[in-house]
């Protein structure tokens, strides 16, 4: 069972940046789609940012221009780098990844929903003010 561990959550105020992290439990473990999500309160979960293993990326039209997605290999591990970072970036972030590679480079995208990951991480809080 590989754990997926989100860190770099933070407070910020609007304009500021942070970079998120997801480090995975096993060192052999290649997913073939990797990304992150947010919850915000009374909101449903959203897709922030994909990747997958062929460096091919998604995001969501608010994080274009804004965030970037990316993994060292050698790490093992997934970043999310915020910037100008609005108050409506406020939210619980969780790192997410599956393996099956039968929908293509298609379906690692924001609009596959929450049920396609198969590992998630315990999210990492981000916070924005004003």
């Known amino acids: 069972q590989v754990q997926l561990v989100e860190s770099g959550g933070g407070s910020v105020q609007s304009g500021g940046s942070l970079r998120l992290s997801c480090e995975a439990s096993?060192?052999?473990?290649?997913?073939?789609?990797m990304g992150w999500f947010r919850q915000a309160p009374g909101k449903e979960r959203e897709g922030v940012a994909m990747?997958?293993?062929?460096?091919?990326?998604s995001y969501a039209e608010y994080a274009k221009g804004r965030f970037t997605i990316s993994r060292d290999s050698a790490k093992n591990t997934l970043y999310l780098q915020m910037n100008s970072l609005k108050t409506e970036d406020t939210a619980m972030y969780y790192c997410?990844?599956?393996?099956?590679?039968?929908?293509?480079?298609?379906?690692?995208?924001?609009?596959?929903?929450?049920?396609?990951?198969?590992?998630w991480g315990q999210g990492t809080q981000v916070t924005v003010s004003s």
């Open positions: 997410a990844a599956y393996d099956d590679m039968s929908g293509g480079h298609y379906l690692c995208a924001v609009f596959n929903p929450p049920l396609a990951y198969k590992y």
């Open positions: 096993s060192d052999t473990y290649r997913p073939f789609c």
């Open positions: 990747l997958d293993s062929d460096g091919l990326t």
